[in-house]
């Protein structure tokens, strides 16, 4: 997980969520346990880099990288420029791609990029929940992308799922239908990013975060839900295609159409 420059707008829940941030993804955090954690899901990951595997071209930009798991898996295949704000993450991300021919050096705040219309691709996985402001995030990735390009975003799901463990990891929101509406359209500067595509999926997810999260109160991932994730994979791939009307997360696509 990393994200851009925090809005400066007032939300009366944003010190809470900032700090949040700061401390789940800082050495040791309760957020870094869990991508440690989930990086052992091999399918579950694969299972979402899919999601972006049909928008990625020649330069690819992955939005909050963490610790590199899905930059891992796209620069299997594709060229991939990592951003991450968490120092400690981007540390360990150097580290583990120096030298690779595919995934470039981590950069931090994407705010910084000024590399207009050099990417084909930006993708994110569970990083735009994280963002006060994601239309500004948004708005500023459409002027790194080339006309046509493409915008994908995995995110949490539901409002009615969002539990302590959201609250605890800097969560702003879960996405819905409001959410797609208010991101239909997006437009900055010269540029117009519209949403093409927003569909919810893994819905035995959602089944299982409302157990866990939201009836027992958890407040932590463990090992054994990885390892209960793996095993699902090929049945959340069937219920995804059925387009079921709830999961725990979604996906959004959006392309620059100017």
Not at 186 to 207: H, I, K, W
Request: aromatic share 10%; charged share 25%.
């Amino acid at each position: 997980m990393g994200l851009g420059k925090a809005s400066s707008g007032g939300h009366e829940e944003r010190p809470d969520h900032v700090a949040a941030n700061v401390t789940a993804y800082g050495e040791d955090g309760v957020g870094v346990h869990a991508l440690e954690i989930l990086e052992e899901a091999d399918s579950y990951n694969r299972w979402i880099a899919d999601f972006f595997r049909s928008h990625l071209g020649e330069a690819n930009l992955e939005l909050g990288a963490g610790r590199g798991t899905l930059s891992k898996i796209v620069g299997e295949t594709h060229r991939v420029v990592p951003f991450e704000i968490s120092e400690p993450q981007r540390r360990f991300v150097e580290q583990r791609f120096a030298g690779h021919p595919r995934v470039l050096p981590c950069r931090s705040d994407v705010f910084d990029c000024r590399d207009w219309g050099a990417f084909d691709c930006v993708y994110s996985a569970n990083v735009l929940e994280h963002i006060e402001d994601d239309e500004a995030i948004l708005s500023h990735c459409a002027r790194l992308l080339r006309p046509s390009a493409w915008c994908v975003a995995f995110v949490p799901a539901h409002r009615w799922l969002y539990s302590r463990f959201d609250r605890k990891i800097g969560h702003f929101r879960r996405y819905g239908r409001a959410d797609a509406r208010r991101l239909m359209r997006l437009e900055s500067e010269d540029t117009v990013l519209e949403l093409r595509q927003f569909r919810y999926v893994n819905m035995p997810g959602a089944l299982g975060w409302f157990l866990k999260m939201r009836v027992l109160e958890s407040t932590s991932i463990q090992s054994k839900d990885a390892e209960i994730v793996g095993r699902l994979v090929p049945v959340i791939r069937m219920l995804d295609a059925l387009h079921l009307p709830f999961g725990q997360n979604a996906v959004l696509v959006w392309q620059r159409t100017r």
